[in-house]
């Protein structure tokens, strides 16, 4: 589903911005945008992805979900490159509410899922894809948290086989929303047993509740229990402890 359009730079801003503007004027669902190095490039909450040359996977795709499983991307794209990662070089990695990628306890990629309206009808969603291939000089603060697959398995690899493994495992998993949701929320438990059940402090909007991480919902909201009372995060910051 994501071969049949596929844009690669050299050198771009941020590939999500351009998925973005492609999809306003009607990319069609499976477009992809990749690039070799990033200037711009963009993380969670505001925050930039270090996106140095060469060492990195870069890559945006184009989604026109139903309304019914847009909810729900962002986490078959964390299982999709867990599973893509695991596919095309053999390292296990364990998934972080929402979608983050963690190997040997250090973050080895994240996903940024950000929707627009293309018309009145048409929603899209780009899924943006920062993987951390091979080892690069990242700016300190970076190299702190961040680790890469070669770091973790001490041989460089290919980023053709990664970007190609997770484009697939997404395009099983995507599919799986529509017939079958819970299979790939299981799925991301599975990815997800040393993260929960473990304490977490969330910040939602001006709130800020600390608990347990006990499971994801159906729609994948992330279920903390805070004394007696069960706290469905929909979206915010998660700091585990
Ligand atoms: C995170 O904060 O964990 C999400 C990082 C997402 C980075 C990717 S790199 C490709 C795409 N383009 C961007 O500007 N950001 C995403």
Not at 73 to 98: F, H, Q, Y
Not at 145 to 157: D, F, K, N, Q, Y
């Amino acid at each position: 589903m994501f071969a049949g359009d596929v844009t690669w730079y050299s050198e771009i801003g941020s590939t999500n911005d351009v998925a973005l503007r492609l999809a306003e004027r009607g990319a069609a669902d499976g477009t992809v945008v990749g690039a070799d190095r990033q200037t711009a490039g963009r993380g969670r909450q505001g925050r930039a992805w270090s996106s140095p040359p060469g060492a990195g996977l870069y890559v945006s795709a184009i989604l026109r979900p139903s309304a019914a499983i847009a909810p729900l991307l962002t986490i078959a794209a964390g299982v999709s490159v867990a599973e893509g990662i695991r596919e095309a070089t053999g390292l296990t990695t364990d998934l972080k509410w929402p979608n983050d990628v963690y190997a040997g306890g250090r973050k080895v990629a994240g996903i940024l899922a950000e929707s627009g309206m293309s018309d009145a009808r048409l929603n899209h969603v780009v899924l943006g894809f920062g993987i951390n291939v091979n080892r690069a000089n990242y700016p300190p603060e970076v190299a702190a948290r961040a680790t890469s697959i070669e770091h973790e398995l001490g041989r460089p690899i290919d980023r053709g086989l990664v970007l190609a493994s997770c484009l697939s495992a997404l395009t099983v998993r995507y599919r799986q929303l529509q017939m079958a949701p819970h299979a790939v929320l299981d799925a991301w438990r599975s990815y997800a047993v040393s993260m929960l059940n473990r304490r977490v402090e969330c910040t939602v909007g001006l709130r800020s509740v600390a608990g347990v991480a006990e499971d994801i919902d159906e729609r994948g909201a992330l279920v903390v229990r805070v004394g007696d009372e069960t706290v469905h995060v929909i979206s915010g910051e998660v700091v585990w402890r």
